[in-house]
């Protein structure tokens, strides 16, 4: 049974820092990353890393947002420095399994005030 566990959302002002954390269990992931919906608003890529390394990008975040994983490839991590009002939304750990399906987590709230 695969589980996705987020930690680290939350209430911060405008030019701070947060950290997501996202740990996968019950299959071996191809892919891990963070999408995030803002209230009215499609679901969109935040950002993305391959077993392979490779990483990609929401343009509204580049220079700002980091994802990384651990060694054992089964948490990964979103740093957010620099964070705006845009940036307000449920933010969701996403990971795909080896046979190609998508596994999402429950969700967790960054809420950024100006």
């Known amino acids: 049974q695969v589980q996705l566990v987020e930690s680290g959302g939350g209430l911060v002002q405008a030019g701070e820092s947060l950290r997501l954390s996202c740990t996968a269990s019950?299959?071996?992931?191809?892919?891990m990353g963070w999408y995030r919906q803002a209230p009215g608003k499609q679901r969109e890529l935040v950002a993305r890393?391959?077993?392979?390394?490779?990483?990609n990008y929401a343009d509204s975040v580049k220079g700002r947002f980091t994802i990384s994983r651990d060694n054992a490839w089964n948490t990964v991590y979103l740093q957010m420095n620099s964070l705006k009002s845009g940036d307000t939304a449920v933010y969701y750990c996403?990971?795909?399994?080896?046979?190609?399906?998508?596994?999402w987590g429950q969700g967790t709230q960054v809420t950024v005030s100006s």
């Open positions: 019950g299959s071996i992931f191809n892919a």
């Open positions: 890393v391959t077993r392979g390394g490779s990483t």
């Open positions: 996403n990971a795909q399994a080896w046979t190609e399906r998508n596994y």
